[in-house]
T-cell receptor, first 113, second 117 residues
Framework: KQEVTQIPAALSVPEGENLVLNCSFT??????LQWFRQDPGKGLTSLLL?????REQTSGRLNASLDKSSGRSTLYIAASQPGDSATYLC????????????FGAGTRLFVKA | EAEVAQSPRYKITEKSQAVAFWCDPI?????LYWYRQILGQGPELLVQ????????DSQLPKDRFSAERLKGVDSTLKIQPAELGDSAMYLC???????????????FGPGTRLLVL
């Protein structure tokens, strides 16, 4: 059964700092991995999608990497801003017992001005 | 920009009452998902539709939950009777089938926050 773990559960950093969020998954037979952002009381917004054949994706100040064999992904945020404060969720999609998307519990990020 | 619409945004009900949530996916998106998100956790899939057909409802508590997508467009999720443990955010998402399962992301609605007293 696929399990997704995100570390740390919460993170507080000063504005301007570069930071890394971690995601690990137990079953490497995935089709893709996605990083989402969720603001309090809101829905999820897709940030980056990495297909299983890819190693990384970049969008603006965000860079996500994928090491499928070791079951790990990182989300790198450069020059953090207070507006980056949100919960960041990692999700993997695979075909273990039917195609499903399994989410981690998220990392709650607070960027201090 | 097209968005997934959900209503109501908030719902307070008493246990044993019936509640219903509505979702209108992005136009043309054949795949629709209902997720439940308990505070502090990631979303968990309740049911997945491909057009009007249920593809996966293995995690749907069928004794009290039901979902339908009669014309393959909008969808309704119902809980009857509601229990205290059903208090959560209910999220709807949709996805285009054009790029295949591996390439297309899911687009989420704003969610319905349910509180059962």
């Amino acid at each position: 059964k696929q399990e997704v773990t995100q570390i740390p559960a919460a993170l507080s950093v000063p504005e301007g700092e570069n930071l890394v969020l971690n995601c690990s998954f137990t079953d490497s037979a995935i089709y893709n991995l996605q990083w989402f952002r969720q603001d309090p009381g809101k829905g999820l917004t897709s940030l980056l999608l990495i297909q299983s054949s890819q190693r990384e994706q970049t969008s603006g100040r965000l860079n996500a990497s994928l090491d499928k064999s070791s079951g790990r992904s990182t989300l790198y945020i450069a020059a953090s801003q207070p507006g980056d404060s949100a919960t960041y969720l990692c999700a993997v999609s695979g075909d273990t017992g039917g195609f499903k998307t399994i989410f981690g519990a998220g990392t709650r990020l607070f960027v201090k001005a | 920009e097209a968005e997934v619409a959900q209503s109501p945004r908030y719902k307070i009900t008493e246990k044993s009452q019936a509640v219903a949530f509505w979702c209108d996916p992005i136009s043309g998106h054949a795949t629709l998902y209902w997720y439940r998100q308990i505070l502090g956790q990631g979303p968990e899939l309740l049911v997945q539709f491909q057009d009007e057909s249920v593809v996966d409802d293995s995690q749907l508590p069928k004794d009290r939950f039901s979902a339908e997508r009669l014309k393959g467009v909008d969808s309704t999720l119902k809980i009857q009777p509601a229990e205290l443990g059903d208090s959560a955010m209910y999220l709807c998402a949709s996805r285009s089938a054009s790029g295949g399962e591996y390439q297309e992301t899911q687009y989420f609605g704003p969610g319905t926050r349910l509180l059962v007293l």
